[in-house]
Nanobody, 123 residues
């Protein structure tokens, strides 16, 4: 099991930027890929981005592609989500997640989750 702690959320105006961080600890050698998801109350959780620890391949949800960038620092066991050109519809709780294998798609198979960090984008 890995332990995930997100940070970096907050309030920002539309058009602004934020960078989220996810610190990974515990059985980090079990982690194959990391992902970011977001959720608004009353709506389903939405896939935002994913990255493979080994080769750094990245994947993005349609709504954030071109605006958000996921990256990782293997030495620090930390994953980042750089969010630019933020829109009010990006407002959500953002969760970091880890999975132990590919499971057929970028957004499937995540089994460890952080507690979430709130991102609020004002218009």
């Amino acid at each position: 099991q890995v332990h995930l702690v997100e940070s970096g959320g907050g309030l920002v105006q539309a058009g602004g930027s934020l960078r989220l961080s996810c610190a990974v600890s515990g059985r980090t050698f079990n982690s194959y890929a990391m992902g970011w998801f977001r959720q608004v109350p009353g709506k389903e959780r939405e896939f935002v981005a994913a990255i493979l620890w080994s080769i750094g391949s990245t994947y993005y949800g349609d709504s954030v592609r071109g605006r958000f960038t996921i990256s990782r620092d293997n030495a620090k066991n930390t994953v980042y989500l750089q969010m630019n050109s933020l829109k009010p519809e990006d407002t959500a709780v953002y969760y970091c997640a880890s999975k132990e294998a590919w499971y057929g798609s970028p957004q499937r198979g995540f089994s460890s989750w952080g507690q979430g960090t709130q991102v609020t984008v004002s218009s």
